[in-house]
């Protein structure tokens, strides 16, 4: 596979957000590496842009719209805020993030469609399209569920997703339900327009060959390639999208206008910055994917094919990462296998650079990471605390208590040709989407700078020969100013306030890391250091722990449809006399009705063995059947003062356990006569 040349402009773009719930952990798993990747083509005096933007389109927008009352605008508009505002929280810096809905990408993704028909790669076909007769609606994508005719499995309309993974077309799916009403659809014929990608194979299997990024994007579209590929459906049943040319009744598939998007993107940074989008997406510069394992055959197979066919250049990268689990379970939003970035993390007074260094460190960018809290600590607390935030911290605070400033003498050569070699293959393993070899390889540098520190025992040296002493920590500087360059891709925030430390008043994000070897000057002043990197205590991960962790249960209860009892705070104790003033007595329930004023309430008549039946009101509506009451053995508290409930006076109160969706009415395991007493 290709190098990506290093005298041309790159263009980096990240699979775009969903704009329909909230920023999670497993986002970043694309997004921090993406970061890290442009701030250190920069670092290497490359040019780079980073574009991205909000995915807008598409049924499960519609459906959670319709679900919360709002249009499918201001349900947008709302989570590509939130995203925009988490991504500059994190430190992930886009030179233009967009939306699918923006009039650029509406516009840009009709000149493409258009394209595709004049050049015959587009065509109509009759197909068969679930129709819901209750909703009088076709249901397209997220509206209709059925069964995988693949495998077998529950799946949705565009995607096997519990069972193969495979995409499904219109109309492939097996006893097919109405996810709005619940109700069976059933097929009714209607004209959409499919993509001819079953003419692009022999270009794709060139293409893919020569393909440059991560291992598994490439092999995992070749397998596909290899198969037979069907021609894709490329239009929707929609009223929100991009409309289809000539067709008001149809919108583009949301895996049409979606990656557009990359192109409508980096025209609006053009715009902004006077740039040149056509040398990207017209010309020979590289692009580079960073997207999720779950979407590589849009991006390996349906898109380069969308862009042949169309006469744009197609991407020279897709790097692909690994998914991102908690408790071994792959994060779900819907199910709740999650941990949210802002009320999870950054709300508890996380540093953001700590969750960039765990994500890029702990694992290849390939493979599954296994979110852990302990694990994360652990690396928090042994890496950047132990030795890269101590070599920094001690060193710095050596020179500015003995010193006060950049001390005289020359650099060592042996710390100039460690440097330039840990520079050489931090970059190596950039260029090769290695990021933990990177982060291992820069942090063995701080290893080497702490031995370093240790063995010329600076402490001793200071009281026999200061100037030979100042000659060590001007060495331990220029090691940690080659850090502060190798790290800030990774941790931006920290290594922005270490550069001031070290005495640098230039901009670290915009410094090289040829700056790295250039020495440090000496008598330059320094500032008393703080600590960059502080502890992760026992007490506060244990509480992260506790959250993460009842959350997940509730969602495995969900799935499995075990009703969670809500912890509830216990009364203050009482007396036996407080008890014993409540009379409460075993009821049969004889008559039931409805009140016709409330959707809770209900009216009954129970024989507590008084001389009449006692009228009690109780909000059971809910959960029983008026015809469900009669003849039910109750407990009721007799002795309560009677209110009036809904205009209808009640004279007692029935007994039950409330489990919060769940309520059950308290009753006696034998037959007992009515008005007997419950002690």
Not at 317 to 346: C, H, N, P, Q
Not at 654 to 671: H, Y
Request: hydrophobic letters at 35%; aromatic letters at 10%; a negative charge.
């Amino acid at each position: 596979m290709p190098d990506i040349p290093s005298d041309k402009a790159v263009l980096v773009t990240c699979g775009l957000p969903y704009a329909n719930g909230k920023a999670h952990v497993g986002h970043l798993r694309t997004y921090i590496p993406a970061d890290v990747y442009v701030r250190s083509l920069k670092k290497n005096s490359q040019e780079a842009t980073f574009v991205c933007g909000s995915d807008t389109h598409g049924t499960p927008i519609v459906v959670n719209a319709e679900a919360l009352g709002v249009s499918p605008k201001e349900l947008v508009q709302k989570y590509h805020a939130h995203f925009d505002e988490v991504f500059r929280k994190m430190e992930v810096e886009f030179d233009a993030f967009g939306t699918t809905d923006d009039e650029v990408n509406h516009r840009r993704t009709l000149d493409i469609v258009d394209r595709l028909i004049g050049k015959g790669y587009v065509y109509p076909k009759v197909i068969e399209i679930a129709y819901c007769p209750q909703c009088d609606r076709f249901l397209p994508d997220r509206y209709v569920e059925g069964t995988c005719p693949h495998c077998g499995e529950r799946a949705r309309g565009d995607e096997c997703d519990q069972g193969c993974g495979k995409h499904l077309e219109p109309g492939e799916l097996r006893d097919p339900v109405c996810t709005i009403c619940k109700g069976p659809a059933e097929y009714k014929q209607q004209e959409h327009f499919f993509f001819r990608l079953s003419e692009f194979s022999d270009f794709l299997l060139g293409y893919l060959e020569q393909l440059g990024g991560t291992l598994n994007a490439r092999n995992y579209a070749l397998g596909w390639v290899k198969q037979e590929l069907s021609d894709w459906c490329i239009t929707r049943n929609l009223e929100w999208g991009v409309r289809f040319p000539g067709h008001d009744d149809l919108v583009v598939y949301v895996w049409v206008d979606a990656p557009i998007g990359y192109i409508a993107f980096t025209e609006e940074w053009a715009q902004a910055s006077g740039g040149d989008w056509e040398m990207f997406w017209k010309g020979d510069c590289p692009i580079v994917h960073f997207i999720g394992g779950d979407i590589i055959y849009h991006h390996c197979i349906f898109w380069p094919a969308m862009l042949k066919g169309a006469d744009y250049s197609q991407p020279s990268a897709v790097v692909a990462s690994g998914m991102l689990k908690i408790e071994d379970r792959t994060f779900s939003k819907s199910r709740g296998y999650v941990v949210w970035v802002e009320e999870d993390y950054l709300d508890h007074g996380f540093h953001p650079d700590l969750l960039r260094y765990y994500l890029v460190s702990y694992t290849s960018h390939t493979k599954e990471v296994n979110f852990s809290w302990k694990i994360f600590q652990d690396k928090i607390n042994t890496e950047l605390v132990g030795v890269l935030g101590n070599f920094l911290y001690r060193n710095l605070l050596f020179a500015f208590k003995n010193f006060g400033e950049i001390p005289g003498g020359d650099i060592d050569p042996g710390i100039m040709e460690k440097i330039n070699s840990t520079i050489g293959e931090v970059v190596r393993a950039n260029a090769d989407y290695e990021f933990k070899k990177a982060a291992d390889t820069a942090m063995a540098l701080a290893s080497y700078g702490n031995s370093y520190f240790q063995s010329n025992e600076p402490w001793k040296l200071i009281k026999e020969d200061k100037e030979a002493c100042g000659r060590v920590i001007k060495n331990c500087l220029q090691l940690s100013r080659a850090l502060v360059l190798l790290f800030e891709p990774i941790t931006p925030g920290s290594m922005e306030k270490a550069w001031k430390q070290i005495g640098m008043d230039s901009d670290v994000h915009t410094a090289t890391y040829e700056e790295a070897t250039v020495p440090v000057v000496s008598g330059i002043k320094l500032e008393k250091p703080e600590i960059l990197f502080t502890k992760l205590e026992d007490d506060k991960i244990e509480e992260m722990e506790k959250i993460s962790s009842k959350r997940i249960k509730a969602a495995i209860a969900k799935e499995a449809g075990i009703k969670e009892v809500p912890k509830m705070e216990f009364k203050p104790e009482i007396e036996y006399d407080d008890f014993a003033k409540l009379d409460i007595r075993v009821g049969r329930v004889v008559t039931a009705e409805r009140i016709k004023k409330s959707k809770k309430l209900l009216r009954l008549e129970v024989d507590i063995g008084d001389d009449s039946p006692r009228q009690v009101v109780a909000g059971l509506a809910e959960y029983y059947k008026p015809e469900e009451m009669v003849g039910k053995t109750v407990n009721v508290l007799v002795n309560l003062k009677p209110v009036k409930l809904c205009g209808v006076e009640s004279q007692g109160m029935l007994l039950a356990a409330d489990a919060g969706e769940q309520v059950s009415l308290l009753t006696t395991d034998e037959k007992i006569s009515p008005g007997s007493c419950v002690r």
